[in-house]
Structures are given as structure tokens and as C-alpha cells.
């Protein structure tokens, strides 16, 4: 879905929820409140894919303002520095994006969700705690320049940009990093998420749109785009469905092997999806069962 501004991720579950009429929706990749844009929901035995989806690379639109600190690293928070942009040049910034481009060690924003000993480090943050976070690692594979405008009399610098990303990537920390790099601080002003994984805001609906018409990506389909593919038999099918390993087989589309962090969906005859396998040694064994057997006595992994 295109999630509004000003929702938390949170808010457009139990919305889904009460549009769905079921309690069991869950999301994939949490947006920030100011954030807007591609939001994956799970609805019922969808809510099992998730967890796959969140793994996946992310694209955003964002603007950044060059010149202005905030507590939060985006417009939601209060300004706690200000320094001119003015001597911050075309050439100086383009420069300290490539340097943001890329392997990076990215610290997140204190306010971010991460748990620090048990609690929100954002929780900690509003307790007056001065929280420090470790840094981790995330690859920026574009951070590409759309336009910059000087406002203020120069005093600061809007730059349009727009970042595909690995899982786990702060865009707010980006912003922070090239003021900081350039002297003179920054923070981000808008966000908006156009991708996640195969999955675009093309297809995307909003929150009005959906409580007309619960118009949805079928399971299956959302599983085709999002991982290796494998076409069972009938036969294969039915031991799937069972939770009974079948041969190894390469996925279509893919040079290696199907792994219980990235399995394979596979597909029956009729195109419905019967699970996600991993291989092991010569054999397929299913991680999830969607579409259990009927009859006969189940395996083990069926019965977890």
C-alpha cells in the first residue's frame, strides 16, 4: 500500500485490520510517520512472507536540507544547530555523496526503533538519555542527485536524491552524515519509499482506495516476483504438501541453490503456491507448507 503521511506502520495494520476484517495482518519494512509510500502488508497466510520481503532492497525519493541539525535527523525534530551552507559547493557535496556510496559503516539515528538493553533507543532519547548506537554495515548501491536549490540567501541547500539501499539503511542517517561531513549539518525533509524488493508504488494502493475495494496482490504472484521459482509435478506436489522432502532441483531463473534464507517458492501444476523450499545435499525439504495435504499421516515438519 502507499502509506499516508503522518501514520505510524503500526496505525496502518490495525486500519488493514478492520478493512480486511481479520486480525492477522502484519507489515514488512517499517516506515517512519513522516515517511510516505510502499509499505508491503501481509494479510492472513500472506503475513507468513514477510519475513522475506524485509530482507530486500529498498528505493526512496528524499530531500535533503543541508545547513540545519535536528534531534531526529529529519523535519520531525527540533533544529539544535545552524551553520551557513553557503561555502558548501556543488562539487563538495556531489563529493560527499560518492563518499556516502556504496559498503559504508552507517550509525543509525538515536531515535530510531533499534533496541538498546531491552528498550526503543527513541524511548531513551525522549528520556534524556544521551544513547550512542554501534555501527553497522549497508550498502548504498545508487545515490544519485536530482537537483539542489539554495534557499535563505544561501544559508542552506535542499538537494533532491533518490537511494536504493540494502535492508537496514537510515536515509535520515545519510542526511546526517553528508551535513557532517560537509560542516555544516543536515537533515532530511521528505521521504518517500518507491520500491520494495519487486514490488513498486505502481502497484501500490491507498488506505481510501483499499477501504472501497480490497484490491490485493495475490499470494502466489507476490511470491513469483519475489524469489527463485520452482514448478512442481503432480507427484512432487503431493509430498510437498505433506512436509516430505522431494530432489533437489535448481529454481528457474537461478544459478544456485534454494537456501532456508533464501528458499524457492514453489508452485504447483495448477500455478498455486504449495510452499517454500530449501535444498539440502540432493534434496528439497519445505520450510513453509501453504497448502497442506489432505489424508495420510503427516511428516514431522508438517506437524511443526
Not at 233 to 245: H, L, M, Y
Request: hydrophobic share 40%.
Amino acid at each position: 500500500m502507499d502509506k499516508p503521511q503522518g501514520w505510524t506502520s503500526h496505525d496502518v495494520v490495525g486500519r488493514m485490520r478492520r478493512i480486511a476484517g481479520t486480525r492477522k495482518v502484519g507489515h514488512a519494512g517499517t516506515l517512519d510517520p513522516m515517511a510516505t509510500g510502499v509499505l508491503v502488508v501481509g494479510i492472513n497466510k500472506a503475513t507468513r512472507l514477510l519475513t522475506y520481503i524485509v530482507g530486500t532492497s529498498k528505493t526512496y525519493t528524499a530531500t535533503i536540507r543541508l545547513g540545519e541539525s535536528t534531534v531526529t535527523d529529519d523535519a520531525e525534530g527540533e533544529v539544535v544547530a545552524t551553520v551557513s551552507a553557503a561555502a558548501a559547493t556543488e562539487d563538495a557535496i556531489r563529493a560527499g555523496i560518492a563518499s556516502l556510496t556504496g559498503e559504508i559503516q552507517q550509525v543509525p539515528s538515536s531515535v530510531s526503533a533499534i533496541k538498546v538493553n531491552g528498550e526503543r533507543a527513541y524511548a531513551r532519547v525522549r528520556s534524556g538519555e544521551d544513547v550512542k548506537l554501534a555501527a553497522r554495515a549497508v550498502t548504498i548501491h545508487r545515490f544519485e542527485v536530482h537537483g539542489m536549490r539554495r534557499e535563505r540567501g544561501g544559508d542552506v541547500v535542499d538537494i533532491d536524491v533518490t537511494v536504493e539501499c540494502s535492508s537496514g539503511t537510515y536515509i535520515r542517517a545519510l542526511a546526517r552524515d553528508l551535513g557532517g561531513s560537509l560542516g555544516v549539518g543536515g537533515h532530511l525533509t521528505a521521504l518517500r519509499r518507491t520500491h520494495v524488493g519487486p514490488y513498486s508504488l505502481d502497484q501500490a494502493r491507498t488506505l481510501e482506495q483499499l477501504a472501497e475495494e480490497l484490491e490485493i496482490l495475490e499470494m502466489s504472484e507476490a511470491a513469483r516476483a519475489l524469489m527463485p521459482n520452482r514448478e512442481l509435478s503432480a507427484e512432487e506436489t503431493t509430498e510437498i504438501s505433506f512436509g516430505r522432502r522431494i530432489a533437489a532441483g535448481a529454481p528457474a531463473g537461478s544459478a544456485e541453490a534454494a537456501t532456508a534464507d533464501r528458499p524457492a517458492a514453489a508452485f504447483a501444476p495448477d500455478g498455486s503456491l504449495v510452499a517454500l523450499l530449501a535444498d539440502t545435499g540432493s534434496f528439497a525439504k519445505p520450510v513453509l507448507v501453504f497448502a497442506p495435504g489432505t489424508g495420510g499421516s503427516p511428516t514431522r515438519e508438517q506437524a511443526g
